[in-house]
């Protein structure tokens, strides 16, 4: 696999958010707003790229039994960085992430390519697929969040649209909302994505952490979802 | 002792900003296992259970080992290990003393070490300015709420299992419309509650 390849695979073809379904939590709560998502976007793929580098450089070093701990410790000591400097210079975006901004360090998509990836490759691969996921991410943020601002606000980036300023649905920048355009987006993936979508249904097998959580308790709960 | 405000608290916390309708916290668990009523209840009740243990060890480390060393940057990186050790140290102390309530609820616990709610619980408790009663409260209430959100929406799935979906909206899509609905019938309880008690 090329290094365009490694990159562009985030952006479409693995899309964290719409094809994989992870890191739904930030998605819902972080896309009213295109600046709120964009800010988050960004957020995470600092702390990616910088968890994945130390992680595959790190790879040879981290013994395999601890290696969910020690990358705990990495990721959450990356978003302290950036928390930190969130608070520092950009204080209007720390007031609209407020709780999700810490809530990176549990965020699938990081653990999940540090499991998947990062200690399996080399440290440019790994920086290279930390930034497609990050782009991905944040593109996919981006989209729902400019379709929940532009229909639910009128606005698009705070600058008001003439006539959906006045038409406003404004459900869509509530809860409900988040969920709904969320399920119409990977509806819209199901339909009109190339291949088909590998997943039909949420469960542990998509979730990256399925391996190292102790795989039994997935496999558990998943006979017991599907007995 | 105020029982009024702590009601308060715990009815917020379960109804108006409940952790999966209305924050967003915890989806994973609340897509992935709500699929049955018994796997609903078993993954809710293990997620009170341990956000209540959670909070009770992580207040007391923020308001006497953190703050007096001026050490509250620290606060993600000490919240998230001890919330992944205890996780580890109850499943361990459920296997050995109590095997019942580790069989009913022990495949649940690994998978809440990396579940934001719990972390967010511990997080937004000290970040609204709680005492240590007011933080157990509240995430009792926050806990309540998952269940409830957990239980009510295994029951809407149960439903949907048996009807006709169009083809792209198969799976997760129309799992995601149906908590879009289930989430709408919770904005109902906005203002009920300060009310409740005026």
Redesign the interface.
């Given at each position: 696999m090329n290094t365009l390849q490694n990159f562009s695979k985030g952006l479409i073809k693995e899309n964290p958010v719409l094809v994989l379904?992870l890191g739904?939590?930030?998605t819902?709560?972080t896309s009213t707003s295109v600046s709120g998502a964009l800010g988050m976007g960004a957020a995470a793929t600092v702390v990616l790229l910088c968890s994945n580098i130390v992680i595959s450089a790190l790879r040879k070093v981290i013994p395999d039994k601890v290696r969910i701990?020690c990358y705990?410790?990495l990721i959450?000591?990356f978003?302290?960085m950036v928390?930190?400097l969130v608070k520092a210079f950009a204080p209007a975006l720390d007031e609209t992430l407020g709780?999700y901004l810490?809530?990176i360090?549990?965020?699938?998509i990081i653990?999940g390519r540090a499991e998947m990836f990062a200690n399996k490759n080399k440290v440019f691969d790994s920086a290279v697929d930390a930034l497609g996921m990050g782009a991905g991410f944040t593109l996919a943020l981006t989209l729902m969040a400019t379709i929940r601002e532009v229909f639910g606000n009128g606005t698009f980036f705070g600058i008001s649209i003439p006539i959906l300023s006045d038409n406003h649905i404004s459900?869509l920048t509530?809860?409900?909302?988040?969920?709904?355009v969320?399920?119409?987006l990977?509806?819209?993936v199901?339909?009109w994505g190339k291949h088909k979508?590998k997943?039909?249904?949420?469960?542990?097998e998509g979730?990256p952490?399925a391996d190292s959580?102790?795989q039994k308790?997935?496999e558990?709960?998943n006979q017991?979802?599907t007995? | 002792m105020d029982i009024k405000g702590l009601l308060i608290i715990l009815l917020s916390a379960a109804f108006i900003n409940n952790y999966v309708l209305s924050r967003f916290l915890g989806i994973c668990p609340f897509l992935g296992v709500s699929k049955k009523l018994d796997s609903a209840t078993g993954m809710s009740l293990a997620v009170i259970f341990v956000m209540l243990i959670a909070t009770a060890v992580t207040w007391p480390i923020q308001m006497y080992l953190l703050v007096p060393n001026h050490l509250e940057y620290l606060q993600t990186i000490v919240f998230i290990l001890v919330i992944a050790a205890l996780v580890q140290l109850v499943e361990i102390v459920l296997k050995r003393y109590i095997p019942a309530l580790h069989k009913s609820l022990g495949v649940y616990l690994p998978l809440i070490t990396t579940n934001c709610a719990v972390l967010g619980v511990t997080i937004l408790n000290i970040d609204s300015g709680y005492d240590f009663l007011q933080s157990m409260v509240n995430s009792l209430g926050s806990g309540l709420g998952f269940f409830l959100a957990m239980v009510m929406f295994s029951g809407v799935r149960s439903t949907l299992e048996g009807s006709d979906i169009p083809k792209s909206f198969k799976g997760l899509p129309i799992t995601l419309i149906a908590a879009a609905i289930t989430s709408l019938s919770f904005l109902g309880f906005g203002g009920v509650i300060e009310n409740l008690f005026a």
């Open positions: 379904v739904t939590c930030p819902l709560a701990p705990i410790v959450a000591g978003v302290t928390q930190m709780i810490p809530l360090v549990v965020n699938c653990l459900i509530m809860a409900p909302g988040g969920f709904f969320f399920g119409l990977i509806a819209a199901n339909k979508p997943k039909k249904d949420f469960g542990c979730c952490n959580c102790s308790s997935c558990a709960v017991e979802v007995a | -």
